[in-house]
């Protein structure tokens, strides 16, 4: 069983900063990869940030420096720091792991950006 759990969300104003939190059940290096994901109200899931096993970061357009994926193996957790929030960063943030084939997703955190 893998289990992941995502803290951290809540709400700020436009300009504001947040970081994310991803605890695994076991160690993140049982992951080919680590991701972050988002999803608003009507919108598809997108895919914001990514780790590799082998540290390769990738990042959305949309939130390229503004935002930076990071982990740490010691406490089992990968991070999402955000910074510069828009309101149009408002929604649901997914955690998710890949391990071979199958992908693992948390519950979600609520990120809330209003004016």
């Known amino acids: 069983q893998v289990d992941l759990v995502e803290s951290g969300g809540g709400s700020v104003q436009p300009g504001g900063s947040l970081r994310l939190s991803c605890a695994a059940s076991?160690?993140?290096?049982?992951?080919?990869?680590m991701a972050w994901s988002r999803q608003a109200p009507g919108k598809q899931r997108e895919l914001v940030a990514s780790i590799s096993l082998g540290g390769s970061l990738t990042y959305a357009d949309s939130v390229k420096g503004r935002f930076t994926i990071s982990r740490d193996a010691a406490a089992n957790t990968v991070y999402l720091r955000m910074d510069s929030l828009k309101p149009e960063d408002t929604a649901t943030y997914y955690c998710s792991g890949q391990i071979l084939t199958r992908s693992y997703w948390g519950q979600g955190t609520q990120v809330t950006v209003f004016s």
């Open positions: 076991g160690s993140i290096f049982e992951f080919n990869a």
